[in-house]
């Protein structure tokens, strides 16, 4: 069934996006991410413009983690003095992001550079996480127990000034790299159109020491509101969010998501990042494909002004 | 309007009938099957047929020295900006640009005979007629260089076909009796909303003997346009509503899955 999408301007195949929105939305369920990163590539390679692709995406984003917060709340697995330090950042970082998401797309070079952030992001993510759970299995089949965290271990990031604590982290570090976090992901969410929970989990488990089971819930909080900022912002800056392409994205998301999220409870943790660190490196891929392939047509066209722009 | 317009076409087939040889003066008649095309949640595309009638005309079937019609159907202008990639540090990337100005947003040309054929190239290009012939203006700055300018207008014409938005059906324009002519001329999906124009044109050796022009409107309609003239206007209202939908569907899906 064709449906006429009142933002793209092009009628898509309702079936197709809610199939697209569904698969996205299992991994998202097995793996215990967004899925933005996966849903945003699918949704340019199928034609619907680049710019509403990535707008749209965040209020999707918003829909799947919003049912996941609700979880993670009920079972009190959020910092939430960390996950409002956080967002402050994060609208920080998205307002930035809106601003050079306009300023690219006037120079052409949007495309270019979401190609690129993909490539350089997912491919040193994955090779890390790959890396990672190698290692983890490895370590699992030797029988070699995994070191534990020593307490009063620290790095050069608990050296820095304003020092704030954080009761349910049992934390007491410095607000700066909290926020610089918060930007950074609140950035590249905005210009990627991606939640960012595969670069924020690892980052707070790994730089601020945050417990693992504070992790998830207080990062998917954070994407929730740092999601629905850059939502608002790209409804008033770059007008491309379109809500009925979200509206059939987010019905198959939320679907997808829980027979996911049954699948993932039946497989290792070690196995599940390995895969999702296959997947990951497989998207960075096929970006860094089509940068470097010569292109079957050198020439593109973008409107600018008049009808349609 | 389109009274108007017969009125303003008559006369000046009036005049400029008398100029060409001492026959009766030619009436061109146009009509669209439909002067609004609204778009729906379920548009996929359309056509629109022209119909007409040229009288006082002897037109006989492949008579290159007869008349000859043309339609012309541009929809509202627009900027765009045409780019071509380039290897840069070896990654592709988007090198050189040039801006068309004012540039039809549509345009789709049908006639009766080969449209080179049909006048010379001035008269064509006064009057837009063929995709040869249609004016691209571009913008004063631009980094292409001047041998590079024909491959970008190329470039640009290709692109627009592939997308359907720009066509040329020669020989689409067929007559029903000696003066009675009607043809089709398809809308794709993804055209633009606004004001499109119609232009005929007859033609007599290569001189335009009698012109029309009517007005087709393409608007969103219902649930599309509200949509669309909310995001445009109320763009905060717009993402508050996106993102209360999001968080709703979201919740909604929680507490139906729920499982604790």
Partial sequence: ?309 | MSRLILLLSMVLCLTTGAQAQNRPAQELVTSLSSDLISIQSNFTGTEIVIFGQASNIERQPNDPSGYELAIVVEGPPQDITTRRKGRFLGVWVNREAERFQNVPSYYAVASTINISNMANRTVLDDLGIGLNHINLAVSGVSNVALSDRDDFRRAFVRLRKQMGLYSEQETSITFLTDTMFRTNIPLPANIPVGDYKVKSFLFLHGDVVAQTEQTLAVAKSGFEQVTFEMAQSYPLFYGLLAVSLAIFTGWLAGVIFRKD
């Fill in chain 1, 1 to 309: 069934m064709q449906l006429y999408l009142p933002i793209a301007e092009i009628p898509v195949n309702i079936f197709v996006i809610f199939g697209m929105g569904g698969a996205v939305g299992f991994l998202s369920g097995l793996f215990g991410i967004g899925g933005g990163f996966l849903l945003t590539p699918l949704l340019i390679f199928s034609g619907i413009p680049p710019a509403v692709s990535v707008a749209t995406v965040t209020t999707q984003v918003v829909a799947s983690s919003s049912s996941a917060v609700v979880t993670y709340w009920r079972r009190k697995a959020i910092d939430l003095k960390l996950g409002t330090i956080l967002l402050c950042g994060g609208v920080l970082g998205s307002l930035i992001g809106v601003i050079l998401f306009q300023v690219l797309q006037s120079v052409g070079q949007l495309d270019v550079v979401i190609s690129l952030s993909y490539v350089t992001f997912l491919g040193a993510i994955g090779g890390l996480m790959l890396f990672e759970s190698i290692r983890a299995i490895r370590r699992r089949k030797s029988g070699v127990a995994p070191k534990a965290r020593k307490p009063g271990q620290h790095n050069w990031i608990h050296g820095l000034p304003l020092k704030v604590r954080f009761r349910r982290s049992k934390l007491y570090v410095s607000v700066i790299p909290v926020v610089g976090l918060g930007a950074i992901i609140g950035f590249l969410g905005t210009i990627l159109g991606i939640g960012g929970g595969f670069m924020m989990v690892p980052a707070l488990i790994y730089l601020l020491r945050v417990p693992t089971n504070i992790v998830i819930g207080t990062s998917l909080f954070q994407i929730l509101f740092t999601m629905a900022a850059a939502t608002v912002f790209h409804s008033m800056g770059t007008k491309t969010v379109d809500i009925v392409l979200a509206m059939t994205l987010m019905i198959g998301g939320v679907i997808g998501a829980q027979f996911g999220a049954r699948m993932g409870q039946n497989l290792r943790g070690d196995q599940l990042r390995l895969l999702l660190a296959l997947l990951v490196l497989a998207v960075g891929l096929r970006f860094a494909v089509d940068l470097l392939l010569t292109p079957d047509d050198f020439y593109s066209i973008a409107i600018r002004k008049g009808a349609g722009a």
